[in-house]
């Protein structure tokens, strides 16, 4: 079991939120930890990355009312006060950034010290809603363990516990052991994600939807060509990417015809049951109102113009396999 005790970067008291953000994009935190690694399923390489190299702007203003973000700060203390309750352990907060010792971009900010027990000496607190929640029914989050391993790995500790605010009632506490095998592969693969950041070199797309929003992003589109012919490697890729396409389309009319085939049998009725099997809800929506903005725009065309706004345009990824030889004259 690793001994070391982590550096004190920074004490976080005197540090206003633009700097705060400044620092922790010096390196990965323990909430970037299961991002780096590639296993976050809210965010990609790709767009940590993009945080890290200051390609995205850094957020001046903190998250509001209707951001989960808010709601876990302003509960994080009565998250903590009710573990002291539950567990009869006495808590304080860190104040401070730390960091690793020999890996230098290895950062963490813990929530709440625990403070005299030989057990466990870090307290993470979460909360979840009614949709987070279903993330917690089989324990703790693969992504959050990765997280409180991270921290396990910054400060040498041997446990931490996960207090975790439920639907805002229920409390859950999970105790997280270190691992050793699951720090050393955390470390070469921060590592490796980290040369990403130094060198200035994108990590790859993963196919989420947060790397298609960053590469939306990052690249706004140009009128220029790139000739690939040469390159077997993406050569390869489109020619899979043209066969995936197709087989998805003969699917999607398959199950189109599936569908059309259900909805003839059902004729007026709005739900068609299969036994054990499950049933089908085919529910007319009730009426609603749309506007009709070519027929403002003939009536008050100065109206709309006083209200029109220009909206930029956005990148469409079209394929194209006909592709007709030039010949010269």
Known sequence: MSKHAALRLV???????????????????????????????????LELWQEKTGRKPVEEAPPGQDDPRYWGTLLEPLVASAYQEHTGHRVRRLNAVLQHPSFPYMLANIDREVVGSPDVQILECKTAGEFGSRLWKDGVPEYVQLQVQHQLAVTGKPAADVAVLLCGQELRIHRIERDEEVI????????????YVINDVEPPADGSES?????????????TVVDFSQDEALAATFTELVAINAALTRQEQHAERLKQTLQQAMGDASVARFGSHGEVIYRRSKDGTALDAKRLAADHPAIVAAYTVTRPGSRRFRINTEIKEITSC
């Open 184 to 195: 050393s592969r955390l470390i070469v693969l921060e590592a490796r994600f980290w040369e």
């Open 11 to 45: 004490d976080t008291r005197t540090l206003d939120r633009h700097q705060w953000l400044e620092v922790r994009n010096g390196g990965i935190g323990s909430s970037d930890a299961a991002t780096a690694v590639g296993l976050n399923p809210y965010k990609s390489q």
């Open 211 to 223: 790397a298609a929003r960053t590469l939306r992003s990052l690249y706004r589109g140009k009128d």
